[in-house]
């Protein structure tokens, strides 16, 4: 083999150029700019999709324990009675197969029984984690 077949294998097995990695960079840059802002709506409302759908299934639990009990868990009690036995007459739990998720932005639900607008209200605060707001912030709830 030659010298100059020798030089050619060499150059073959350096791998990139720094031009080559800062361009691969900057194109993954751009589009990240252009698609990161379009994806972060869609995580928001991914997460009140997720409210809605737990708020539900916990409706459907405090429903069980009120067939059972003839009454849902008051306020004191809380979500925890659908868990463990509150010494109710009639309970046949647990309702749960865990105890109660926390919200998907990691607060736990706030419930009330008797409730302003029913029998019992469930509500997520949202993101931002007090009454009210608009997008991502907005209260999910029981009775909507």
């Known amino acids: ?26 194109i993954l840059g751009m589009l990240a700019a252009l698609v990161f802002p379009k994806l ?8 009140q999709s997720a409210a809605k759908t737990q708020i539900e299934l916990l409706g459907q639990a405090l429903d ?6 003839g009454r849902y868990p008051t306020t004191s009690e809380g979500l925890n009675a659908l868990l463990t036995d509150p010494g109710v007459p009639g ?12 919200d998907p932005w990691g607060r736990p639900y706030h419930y009330e029984s008797p409730g302003t607008h029913g029998d019992y209200d469930l509500i ?7 009454p009210g707001g608009d997008g991502e912030a907005k209260d999910i709830n029981s009775w909507e």
């Open 64 to 69: 069980q324990f009120r067939l059972d009990t």
């Open 91 to 102: 309970w046949d739990g647990p309702y749960l197969k865990k105890a109660a998720p926390n």
């Open 40 to 47: 972060i709506p869609k995580v928001g409302k991914g997460k």
């Open 1 to 26: 083999m030659s010298n100059e077949g020798m030089k050619t294998s060499i150059r073959n097995n350096r791998g990139f150029t720094l031009v080559e990695l800062i361009v691969v960079m900057v």
């Open 124 to 130: 997520s605060y949202g993101a931002d984690g007090s």
